[in-house]
């Protein structure tokens, strides 16, 4: 995990109408130590959280050209100017000539192509938040587009603030203004040539396929990276024997299975619009066997993430927190399901049986103290009787 120390203070704005490519770059955000993600659906939600709360940095995730364009030109140039100074990154699928020239004149920060790994992610925020100057003129708005000053560079200086600072200018007719234009060139060798490639028969790389079914086996094969991954874990969770040993396994693998189920969500929404190749689907049967083997892990692993749950708020005395009672009804909606995979409680074994036992106890426990402590709001809009 590339955790990033510097990132704990750092606030992010994620904007995207795709809940599931939001749902996976928040997860990959905080496993590099970005984990204070607020989200917005649309161009206005954006605005009202920009205008509400501090963020330092705002990623724009698979808008629509006219719509990131026009987001980002009202950040610039519509907001207070605290506001439209903030870095912000825009994710795509892939990037036109036009495109690009396009959000670079709104003042565009950072510009990223999907799949985001967490290295190519730490990379682009790393990036985002170096300290630039902000340029604020008629005809553009935005962080300073100039690169850093190169020493080694002996050609033209063409920049308006390079003439103040600039060398003594050189007669034309003098010896050193011919050192740079008029010295002979060696010519540039030939490339070696390439030896031929053999295209591999499960390989999507071919010009065959779309851009976007390419794209799709990158998520896939992502995927599968992280479901063997989880069956390593679980691997070792069958050997484990110390409760501690045992408990952080069980946490990893639902971390593990938390982004997978990301990955394989963005995938299945993927296939559906773009459709797939025959490897891509041979690559998703591979993962649901690996599911499959696995189920005993990915149970206990929820009954563990419950049952830890539920301890921490049993042990607190500041009361049941708001919706808990929903979100562990969904959890253990998810953890019954798991269990039906497996074929039922009679189908496990006895550890992970007693976990899922205990976590239900527990959720049960929760919920039941959640019930008892609501109140009942007066309402105070009703006249008061005058005593007498």
Same mark, same amino acid.
């Given at each position: 995990m590339l955790v990033n120390i510097s990132f704990s203070q750092t606030s992010c704005l994620l904007v995207s109408p795709k809940q599931d490519l939001s749902r996976l770059i928040t997860h990959t955000l905080r496993q590099i130590g970005l984990v204070d993600v607020t989200k917005a659906d649309d161009a206005e939600h954006c605005i009202l959280q920009l205008t509400s709360s501090d963020f330092d940095v705002v990623f724009l995730l698979d808008l629509d050209q006219d719509e990131g364009a026009k987001l980002l030109g009202r950040i610039r140039r519509q907001t207070a100017p605290l506001v439209a100074a903030i870095p912000v990154i825009s994710v795509a699928e892939?990037?036109?000539?036009?495109?690009?020239? @396009?959000?670079?004149?709104?003042?565009?920060?950072?510009?990223?192509?999907?799949?985001?790994?967490?290295?190519? @992610?730490?990379?682009?925020v790393t990036r985002a938040l170096e300290p630039r100057e902000f340029i604020a003129t008629t005809g553009y708005r935005g962080p300073c587009r100039r690169g850093k000053d190169n020493p080694k560079y002996d050609g033209p200086r063409r920049r308006r603030t390079d003439k103040t600072a600039s060398a003594p200018a050189v007669k034309p007719n003098s010896a050193a203004a011919h050192t740079l234009d008029d010295r002979p060139r060696r010519p540039m060798p030939l490339p070696p040539p390439r030896p031929p490639q053999t295209v591999d028969a499960d390989d999507d790389s071919d010009k065959s396929t779309t851009p976007e079914m390419r794209q799709t086996r990158v998520v896939v094969d992502n995927a599968h990276n992280t479901a063997m991954h989880m069956d390593h874990l679980s691997s070792e969770l069958k050997m484990a024997t110390l409760p501690q040993q045992r408990a952080q396994l069980c946490y990893e693998i639902a971390m593990v299975s938390e982004r997978m189920i990301n990955l394989m969500s963005l995938a299945d929404s993927r296939v559906r619009e773009f459709g797939c190749s025959d490897s891509v689907v041979t690559r998703l049967g591979s993962i649901r066997t690996i599911i499959m083997r696995n189920a005993e892990g990915l149970a206990e692993a929820a009954a563990q993430r419950i049952i830890g749950e539920c301890e921490r708020i049993l042990k607190r005395r500041n009361g049941i927190p708001l919706g808990v009672g929903v979100r562990l009804a969904h959890q253990i909606g998810k953890c019954d399901a798991i269990v039906g995979v497996i074929g039922g409680h009679d189908a496990m074994s006895e550890t992970v049986a007693q976990s899922v036992r205990r976590a239900r106890e527990l959720a049960d426990s929760v919920i039941r103290l959640e019930t008892q402590s609501s109140l009942v709001i007066p309402d105070f809009t009703l006249q008061r009787q005058p005593r007498r």
């Amino acid at each position: 995990m590339l955790v990033n120390i510097s990132f704990s203070q750092t606030s992010c704005l994620l904007v995207s109408p795709k809940q599931d490519l939001s749902r996976l770059i928040t997860h990959t955000l905080r496993q590099i130590g970005l984990v204070d993600v607020t989200k917005a659906d649309d161009a206005e939600h954006c605005i009202l959280q920009l205008t509400s709360s501090d963020f330092d940095v705002v990623f724009l995730l698979d808008l629509d050209q006219d719509e990131g364009a026009k987001l980002l030109g009202r950040i610039r140039r519509q907001t207070a100017p605290l506001v439209a100074a903030i870095p912000v990154i825009s994710v795509a699928e892939s990037w036109s000539a036009d495109q690009i020239a @396009l959000l670079r004149n709104e003042g565009v920060t950072v510009l990223a192509t999907l799949p985001l790994t967490m290295r190519t @992610l730490l990379k682009y925020v790393t990036r985002a938040l170096e300290p630039r100057e902000f340029i604020a003129t008629t005809g553009y708005r935005g962080p300073c587009r100039r690169g850093k000053d190169n020493p080694k560079y002996d050609g033209p200086r063409r920049r308006r603030t390079d003439k103040t600072a600039s060398a003594p200018a050189v007669k034309p007719n003098s010896a050193a203004a011919h050192t740079l234009d008029d010295r002979p060139r060696r010519p540039m060798p030939l490339p070696p040539p390439r030896p031929p490639q053999t295209v591999d028969a499960d390989d999507d790389s071919d010009k065959s396929t779309t851009p976007e079914m390419r794209q799709t086996r990158v998520v896939v094969d992502n995927a599968h990276n992280t479901a063997m991954h989880m069956d390593h874990l679980s691997s070792e969770l069958k050997m484990a024997t110390l409760p501690q040993q045992r408990a952080q396994l069980c946490y990893e693998i639902a971390m593990v299975s938390e982004r997978m189920i990301n990955l394989m969500s963005l995938a299945d929404s993927r296939v559906r619009e773009f459709g797939c190749s025959d490897s891509v689907v041979t690559r998703l049967g591979s993962i649901r066997t690996i599911i499959m083997r696995n189920a005993e892990g990915l149970a206990e692993a929820a009954a563990q993430r419950i049952i830890g749950e539920c301890e921490r708020i049993l042990k607190r005395r500041n009361g049941i927190p708001l919706g808990v009672g929903v979100r562990l009804a969904h959890q253990i909606g998810k953890c019954d399901a798991i269990v039906g995979v497996i074929g039922g409680h009679d189908a496990m074994s006895e550890t992970v049986a007693q976990s899922v036992r205990r976590a239900r106890e527990l959720a049960d426990s929760v919920i039941r103290l959640e019930t008892q402590s609501s109140l009942v709001i007066p309402d105070f809009t009703l006249q008061r009787q005058p005593r007498r």
